[in-house]
């Protein structure tokens, strides 16, 4: 009796794993790239009640227009709206695989519960093209063609596969059936998140630097009248020393939210050591356009970077017709030794109240927009605005804490992040649409306690 209950708890425990794991089962272990979206239904359901995405989905009606497209489609192929739902509502998973012979060749491919019939009409009556069959390999598979882009679509079980290649549809069906090793999902992914996204970089691996980025995890949540995106990004250290440094790092980038701000945009970071910055991101900069800048040896370049103290605010006006900003890049020692050089690729050099200051002219047809850089003893500051106008910013009494509705993220915000970004979408709408909204948008880095990246982004 004990062993024939053993046998049935086994079964059930089985069971429960294979249920859990489902349509994740698709996902070929050679995928790069995987995205599995669950209890659709449940959280699309908590995520109308974010004011974001009630005003999108209800108040400017997007909802709606779909929901009648939708009905309009179902009934022009002759199938049921449920059914065209239900496909969504369902659990799903994306996938993609790159060719390892070519980094510009991607393979994708969608799996849910449907059936390929209903999903190329659906195709067809949206885009138009052709629709068809093809046989590749034994196996016979529906085809969509359009634009030069060929879909093929497979069915198995009660799912339906859909990629740009026929191969890895084979793939999939192979993992599924157990017949050739699956995806395994890493990292700690909370149990009730909606959907959640695994990155696995194959080509870094060669990397000569000493960081090198290799696996990252992203997920999303509802809660909260929010959805939030989570993700980590792990790193392989070649330099130890390096690894140890970024762990000694004590980076507090929401020191700067009572900085003087307004607008509806501003980003604040902190960087423990610019130098070991530098360093680490300088193999990854070669390329960038570089011809503005002033020409520094990597000695002087280093030795300027020494001269910051790592923290940074920038605001701008994104949402309204003035179109403004100031960059405040605080400093550790004076730089007036480096301004003259510096200088060199400047439309023009003058004194204000004391100090350097740097205009950059661009000219677009007959308009000439101007640039600023001001030199003050422990700051320089970049802005589009006169210097007596940035003058007049730095005193207003308004803070970043105080801009549009950031205080509502203030129990979610991480007092060890290098860099928080906020951006007021309520007041941006209100700009364009003269819609009152409480909406808001944070993003927020921080490194854990194993030197990997970790971000977050909050709408609301």
Same mark, same amino acid.
Not at 293 to 319: I, Q, R, S
């Given at each position: 009796m004990l062993k024939k209950f053993s046998l049935i708890l086994l079964i059930?425990?089985?069971?429960?794993?294979?249920?859990?794991?489902?349509?994740?089962?698709?996902?070929?272990?050679?995928?790069? %790239?995987?995205?599995?979206?669950?209890?659709?239904?449940q959280n699309y359901s908590a995520l109308k009640k974010a004011p974001l995405f009630s005003f999108l989905l209800d108040d400017l009606g997007i909802e709606s227009l779909i929901k009648s497209s939708v009905s309009q489609t179902?009934?022009?192929?002759?199938?049921?709206?449920?059914?065209?739902?239900?496909?969504?509502?369902?659990?799903?998973?994306?996938?993609?695989?790159?060719?390892?012979?070519?980094?510009?060749?991607f393979s994708v491919a969608a799996v849910f519960k449907s059936n390929s019939n209903m999903v190329m009409n659906l195709l067809s009556s949206f885009i138009g093209g052709n629709l068809g069959t093809q046989k590749i390999n034994d196996v016979t598979f529906k085809t969509f063609e359009a634009n030069g882009l060929t879909i093929y679509a497979?069915?198995? $079980?009660?799912? %339906?596969?859909?990629?740009?290649?026929?191969?890895?549809?084979? $793939?999939? %069906?192979?993992?599924?059936?157990?017949?050739?090793?699956?995806?395994?999902?890493?990292?700690?992914?909370?149990?009730?998140? #909606?959907?959640?996204?695994?990155?696995?970089?194959?080509?870094?691996?060669?990397?000569?630097?000493?960081?090198?980025?290799?696996?990252?995890?992203?997920?999303?949540?509802?809660?909260?009248?929010?959805?939030s995106i989570t993700g980590v990004s792990e790193f392989e250290y070649k330099n130890k020393t390096?690894?140890?440094k970024i762990l000694s790092f004590k980076s507090n980038a929401k020191s700067l939210?009572?900085?003087?701000?307004?607008?509806?945009?501003? %980003?604040?970071?902190d960087v423990a050591d610019p130098v070991e910055?530098?360093?680490?991101?300088?193999?990854? &900069?070669?390329? #960038?356009?570089?011809?503005?800048?002033?020409?520094?040896?990597?000695?002087?370049?280093?030795?300027?970077?020494?001269?910051?103290?790592?923290?940074?605010?920038?605001? &701008?006006? &994104?949402? *309204? *017709?003035?179109?403004d900003y100031v960059a405040s890049v605080y400093l550790s020692k004076d730089i007036s030794k480096y301004i003259p050089n510096i200088s060199k690729t400047a439309s023009a050099t003058f004194k204000w109240q004391g100090h350097?200051?740097?205009?950059?002219?661009?000219?677009?047809?007959?308009?000439?927009?101007?640039?600023?850089?001001?030199?003050?003893? $422990?700051?320089?500051?970049?802005?589009?605005?006169?210097?007596? $106008?940035?003058?007049?910013y730095l005193k207003v009494p308004t803070k970043a804490e105080d801009v549009g509705n950031y205080s509502s993220f203030s129990n979610q915000v991480w007092n060890n992040a290098f860099v928080i970004g906020y951006v007021d979408i309520g007041n941006i709408i209100e700009n364009a649409l003269q819609y009152t909204l409480k909406s808001g948008a944070i993003f927020q880095a921080k490194t854990d306690s194993n030197a990997d990246f970790v971000w977050q982004l909050i709408l609301r």
């Open positions: 059930l425990v089985i069971s429960t794993l294979a249920l859990a794991q489902g349509v994740m089962n698709f996902a070929p272990k050679s995928a790069n %790239v995987v995205a599995v979206f669950e209890n659709n239904s179902a009934l022009s192929i002759n199938t049921k709206t449920s059914q065209i739902w239900n496909a969504i509502q369902n659990d799903f998973v994306i996938f993609g695989k790159r060719d390892m012979n070519s980094k510009s060749e497979l069915d198995h $079980d009660e799912y %339906v596969l859909l990629s740009n290649s026929p191969n890895l549809i084979i $793939d999939s %069906v192979n993992s599924y059936d157990g017949k050739s090793p699956s995806f395994k999902a890493f990292g700690n992914v909370p149990s009730d998140s #909606w959907f959640s996204i695994y990155f696995k970089d194959e080509f870094s691996k060669d990397s000569t630097s000493d960081a090198i980025p290799k696996d990252t995890v992203a997920y999303g949540e509802v809660k909260g009248n929010s959805l390096l690894k140890s939210e009572t900085t003087p701000a307004t607008g509806d945009f501003w %980003v604040a970071a910055l530098y360093k680490l991101v300088k193999n990854y &900069a070669k390329g #960038w356009k570089t011809d503005k800048l002033p020409v520094l040896n990597e000695k002087e370049v280093l030795d300027l970077v020494g001269h910051m103290n790592g923290k940074v605010f920038m605001y &701008a006006n &994104a949402g *309204s *017709s003035k179109e350097t200051v740097l205009r950059n002219d661009t000219v677009e047809g007959t308009r000439t927009t101007s640039d600023y850089t001001i030199f003050y003893h $422990d700051k320089v500051i970049f802005s589009n605005m006169a210097p007596e $106008d940035v003058s007049k």
